[in-house]
């Protein structure tokens, strides 16, 4: 019998971010063929893919009444675990912590809304924590940004920022194939 120790994380990928005002559809059909790409391999691989949802009580397009805690439409998944998250780490108080160690997961696949904060942040924590992490930038979304000094930055300028400080340090940045390529499954003793 064979078993992953690989999972694929989804964080974040649900309607609440379509009612911000900073949604953006720019890089929408790039993000959603590269995810669904990852969803889809991953579950031919037999990687279980795991949905997190960023929940707010204090927010209306993000409390669980709203009907926008559910995934981005343009998405089709149907994830082997679903857990909740209040923080940016999907790690903290969701339970995923203990659902990766109980299935014997040793690496996590990120991909997800937002680039720089839930994902990134979801990365480091799991470094942190032990685990080997591929992130995958392309299976990530995020928006343009304002400094406070006036200067914008673009998502693209997000991402490759991302992907500066994550890399060699608390991941692989990969690319879908990649992370298929790569995702390891291991023969039960």
Not at 36 to 50: E, M, N, R, S, T
């Amino acid at each position: 019998m064979s078993h992953a120790d690989t999972a694929l994380l989804v964080i974040d990928v649900q309607e609440s971010f379509r009612q911000r005002p900073y949604w953006r559809t720019d890089d929408l059909p790039a993000f959603t063929n590269r995810l669904q790409a990852l969803i889809d391999g991953a579950k031919a691989k037999g990687i279980p893919v795991v949905q997190i949802f960023h929940v707010e009580d204090s927010d209306a397009h993000f409390s669980l009444n709203s009907g926008f805690v559910r995934k981005l439409d343009e998405i089709s998944l149907e994830a082997d675990a679903v857990f909740h998250k209040r923080r940016h780490s999907a790690l903290v108080g969701s339970g995923l912590d203990v659902w990766l160690v109980a299935n014997g997961i040793r690496k996590v696949i990120v991909s997800g809304i937002r680039t720089e904060q839930c994902c990134e942040t979801t990365t480091r924590h799991a470094s942190d924590l032990g685990y080997e992490v591929d992130y995958v930038t392309e299976a990530t979304l995020t928006f343009p940004m304002t400094h406070a000094s006036g200067t914008v930055f673009s998502a693209e300028d997000i991402k490759r920022r991302s992907e500066l400080v994550l890399s060699g340090r608390f991941a692989r940045i990969a690319t879908v194939e990649e992370a298929l390529a790569d995702a390891s499954i291991r023969s039960a003793a």
